[in-house]
Nanobody
Framework: QVQLVESGGGLVQAGGSLRLSCAGS????????VGWYRQAPGKQRELVAG??????TYADSVKGRFTISRDNAENTLYLQMNSLKPDDTSVYYC?????????WGQGTQVTVSA
């Protein structure tokens, strides 16, 4: 049984920070491609940040503000979000890709007020 459980979302003012966590079980993050996606109402789901083959990638809209990291010992993925903007408001999803399998968490809501 694979489970991805996101936490850390909430309501913050513009300029504030949040740290999202994704705790995994049944799949090993260290040998998988991992990432954070977000989907706002009326928009397509987009990749926010990812760790792919040892490299880090970020959407242009979050570069310099968001940082993705992975704690292999705890099998947990993090997304540190600083200098948050109202446009960052979205549901954020943890994703893990191993072989032909894709796993998704249920998402955590991030709301940034002006």
């Amino acid at each position: 049984q694979v489970q991805l459980v996101e936490s850390g979302g909430g309501l913050v003012q513009a300029g504030g920070s949040l740290r999202l966590s994704c705790a995994g079980s049944g799949v090993i993050f260290s040998i998988s491609t991992v990432g954070w996606y977000r989907q706002a109402p009326g928009k397509q789901r987009e990749l926010v940040a990812g760790i792919i083959s040892g490299g880090y990638t970020y959407a242009d809209s979050v570069k310099g503000r968001f940082t993705i990291s992975r704690d292999n010992a705890e099998n947990t993925l993090y997304l540190q979000m600083n200098s948050l903007k109202p446009d960052d408001t979205s549901v954020y999803y943890c994703n893990v890709h191993f072989r032909q399998f894709y796993y998704w968490g249920q998402g955590t809501q991030v709301t940034v007020s002006a």
